[in-house]
Each structure stands twice: as C-alpha cells, then as structure tokens.
C-alpha cells in the first residue's frame, strides 16, 4: 500500500471516539480561535473587495460569510473566510504544519455543516484529520519548500483542506484517494506576496479547493492515485529530491496525535507573524524586569536563528501590512507601548517617529542554529540585548513563547483575545453566547445557531 493510499484509509477511518478528549480540546480551542479572528478580519479592508469579487462571480446561497451574513456558495464562503480569518495574521500556527492549520481547515468544513447539516462532532473529527495529514509531511520536506519560496499555508493547506473536506462528505476510500490528486494539483501560494493582500487569499484558496477537490472526486472527477510520493508529484515537484521512510513517517498515523505534540497548536497572543512574537515577550520581560529610558539606547542587538529572515522579509516597513512581518517594527512597538495589538498595524502606526528611531538602531546578529524536527525550543528563538549610551546592557531570550503548547495562553487571555477581535464585528450582547456556544462546540447537532450569531 503507498503512502497516498494509506493516508486515504487513515481519513476514512478516523472516527470522533477515537480521538483522545485532549484532541477534541485542542481542535475546539483551535476553531474558536478562528472564529475570534475571522470576525476581526472582518473589518479589514480586503474583505470589501473580496465581497465585491464574490457578488460580481454569484453563486448559490449555501453558506454564509462571517462578519456580514453574505450568503454565497459553500465554496466562495470558504475562500473568503479563510482569507479574512488570515488577514490579520492572528490565527493560530503549527510548527508540525509549518504554517496556518484553522484557516485552511475550518473554513470550508464551517461552509459544508452549514450546506448539509454536520454537527459539532463531524466537523472536530474533520479538522483532525486534516491537520494530521499534513503533519504527516516530514520537516525537512516542509523546511526546503519554504526555503524555496511557497508558502504551506496555501500549498500544504490545500491537502490538508482536501482530507478534511474528503471526511466530511463521507468520501470512500477511493474517492478519497482521487480527491487528494485532484487537490495537490490545485496547491499554490508565494511568500514574497506577504504583507500584500494576497498572502490571505492563500488560505482562502487553499479552504476553497478542499471543497473544490472533495465534490469533484465524489462525483467521479479522476486524478492520479498516487500523488504524494510519485515522481513528479506532490512533493517532488515541489523541490524535495531525497529519499524518505515512509513506514517511519506513517507508523504513528491515528496513534499519535501531532495536534498535542510539542510542535502542535499555537494560539498567537500578538497579531502578527508569529516569529516576532519571541521578540515581543523578549521585551516585555525587559521592561517588567529593568527600568530605562528609551531616549539613552545606543543599540539593539536582535538574536535571531538562521531562517529567521525568510518570513521576516521588512526591515524598513512602510506600510501596516509590511509591520507585521518585520521584526524590527514589532519589537520597537513593544518597546515604546510595552505590547502589540489590533490597532498597531496601520501606515500611521508604522511610520510612528518613536518607533522608527528605535527601529533605526537595530541590528541582526545569528546567534541560533537550524530550526529542529521534535524541539520546539530550537524552532524560532529570540534574543533582545539592549545597549545603553553609558554601557549598561540589559538583555532576555525567549525560546517558547505564550501561546505554543508547552506555554499555553490561560484561559483568561484567551478569551479577551476572542472578545477583543469578536467586538470588531459584533454586539457586545452577541458575543459571550458566541462564546458559550464555541466553547461547546462538539455538543452541536447543527451549526445553524452559530452561524446565525456570526453577523
């Protein structure tokens, strides 16, 4: 049996009681997060266009967009879902999937209960699929792609979103198998589009090609069967030439979660890339920790690890969108207001004098090797050292930051975090029962009430 065909039987095995509760958890954890930033999104600029793009191109009412209560077809919902849940690059990220599982995953799976009528249950066991499918890619496959310039949250996200989809519409194992070919062919994303409008559409691209791929092989579409591990295939045309071990790679399959490993689920306390977010806590514990006067810094010495420059792209941003992939903006910001938020990714808030003085005095110095399959502790660590005018130095590190799994974000934070991005686009009285809803989510017969709560 190949590898593709092994996963196809993995997605349609899988079964709601055969997740552990602490996976049923997370998952809930993981789709109330993208609830919480996809009504943020909401209120962002792109998704006026995208709504735009969705009346001009119709489609059937069969699922609704959050944050408006646009109903459209279930696919166009879930790109455009995703796209904003992604827009603020606040929702969650994976180590394992070396991007953004939520927005690739909840989106279309949201669409399809809402079309069809799935349950809270239906839709966890989904989005586990999904996830440990494309935490099934090995990380030395996932590391070069991301090297080489695409971007997994569109490219992985769509196998991922494709399985998921597959589980949700029942899919036969052969069904599931020419799905998977139908998707990997429709994977795409580029990382040089980030901080542009078109880095979220990768996740909306990826969620709606999951549906895309699903319905197709339902209905008889063919693709290869072996697309994962063929020559020219999934991840050989996508840059890997080695040799892999597939029974290693497929031996902990529905034995042991990735979603709950150390390099599972991280819910993002800052919305921004989440690189910068070592540095941010970095200086926050700076501050808790000494007092100074910003005005007498000479230097700022940013340790950072040897990948560390091919998220963050901006080292002189001029826009808001370009802030939150440059790590020199995000750690001057927490210099000068102690924390970042919703509210500091504009032009203005960008090209802030104080900021940019800051910013001004920073440099980049590789102090941390290669990011290491299995040691979350290795993957992205921070250090600030801070020079003074008078030689003082003051200096912290971060190697897990609050929100990975080993420094979960309380319960507290988290639902600010929610409550902070569901007020952009809800009433204050609609969100605790938003909230109480979401936090039962797999006690849902349907989603229809909470859908009816998302605009």
Known sequence: MGPTEYISEFIHDTTYASLPQKVVDTARTAITDFIGVALAG???????????YARDVGGNEQATVIGSGYRTSAEMA?????????ALD?????????????????????????????????????????????ALIPFAVTLRHFDQGWHPTGTLGTFGATAACCKLLGLSVEETNRAIGIGCSMAAGIRCNNGTMTKPLHAGNAAANGIKAAKL????????????????????????????????????????????GNEGLNIKPYPCCGGNAFAIDAVKLLKKRHN?????????????NTIAYLPLIYHNPKKG????????????????????????FTDERVNDPAVRALMSKMIWTVKYGDPGEGKADAFDPKGVLIRMNDGTEYFEEVFIHMGMPQNPMPKDEFEKKFHDCAS?????????????????????????????MLH
């Not at 600029?45 to 709504?51: E, R, T, V």
């Not at 100074?292 to 340790?303: A, G, T």
């Open 321 to 344: 969108l370009e802030g939150k992939f440059s790590l020199e903006y995000n750690t001057a910001r927490a210099l000068v207001d102690g924390n970042v938020g919703l509210s500091d």
């Open 42 to 52: 909401a209120g962002e600029p792109i998704n006026a266009l995208l709504h735009e």
């Open 217 to 260: 092989a339902k209905l008889g579409y063919t693709s290869a069967k072996n697309i994962i591990e063929i020559t020219r295939g999934f991840l050989y045309s996508f840059g890997y030439t080695g040799e892999l071990d597939w029974d290693a790679i497929l031996a902990p399959v529905g034995k042991k979660f990735q979603l709950i």
């Open 78 to 86: 879930a790109m455009l879902n995703g796209a904003i849940g992604h």
């Open 90 to 134: 606040f929702d969650d990220w994976s180590m394992a999937v070396h991007g953004h599982p939520s927005v690739f995953l909840v989106p279309p799976l949201m669409a399809l209960a809402e079309q069809y009528g799935f349950s809270g249950k239906d839709i966890i066991t989904a989005y586990v699929v999904g996830y440990e499918c494309v």
């Open 292 to 304: 100074f006067d910003l005005k007498d810094i000479k230097e700022i010495e940013l340790w950072v």
């Open 424 to 452: 952009i686009s809800l009433p204050k009285n609609k969100i605790a029962a938003c909230y109480d809803m979401l936090s039962r989510f797999e006690e849902l017969e349907t989603v229809d009430g909470l859908i009816n």
